[in-house]
């Protein structure tokens, strides 16, 4: 039987969610991305990995980014978690921001929507989401998601669903 290992960092706890559950229903191993080696990750035929966005960069996808000639033979699956609606341009976005051409072709990636909890964050991302409030609140033309983004900031958002990991559970399923 194949083996697979869900690999995750999150600093609000929407990723971990996400991977709690995939590695639950794929009966997969799960590891905290702080305490992984590149040795870890060898002894798996697939690897999950997941991190938040923090302007458009998933946070920690270096540790699989960084080790592509080591994990060549590996399936390799990326979800990234971000409080915005996982939209296709929103998803090709994110995609160009951390994948090269080449690496794109071997990593399966999606993208998941997380939620939004100031009081999670730490103060380093405290002042850059109170920036970012500010920001918001001065632009002329605030869209939807401007708007619901603002909202967050007065009543947390959880977006997480759990039918939102069914393709990454299919593609960990799908033989290559």
């Not at 609000?12 to 991305?33: C, H, M, P, V």
Request: charged share 30%.
């Amino acid at each position: 039987m194949k083996s697979t290992v869900v690999v995750y960092q999150s600093k609000s706890g929407f990723t971990e969610k996400y991977a709690r559950w995939i590695a639950e229903d794929a009966q997969a191993n799960l590891l905290e991305a702080g305490g992984a080696k590149l040795e870890d990750l060898a002894r798996y035929d697939t690897i999950v990995y997941g991190g938040g966005l923090y302007i458009g960069g998933i946070n920690g996808v270096k540790l699989i980014t960084g080790h592509m000639k080591e994990l060549e033979n590996k399936k390799l699956i990326v979800f990234g978690v971000g409080a915005s609606p996982c939209r296709p341009n929103v998803v090709e976005e994110v995609r160009k921001a951390n994948f090269t051409d080449e690496i794109k072709g071997k990593i399966h990636f999606f993208l998941l929507r997380g939620g939004f909890d100031l009081s999670k964050c730490g103060l380093k991302d405290k002042m850059l989401m109170n920036m970012l409030k500010i920001k918001l609140g001065k632009a002329p033309d605030t869209d939807e998601d401007a708007k619901g983004m603002l909202a967050c900031y007065e009543h947390p958002a959880d977006f997480t669903s759990r039918d939102a990991i069914k393709p990454i559970l299919d593609c960990i399923k799908n033989v290559e």
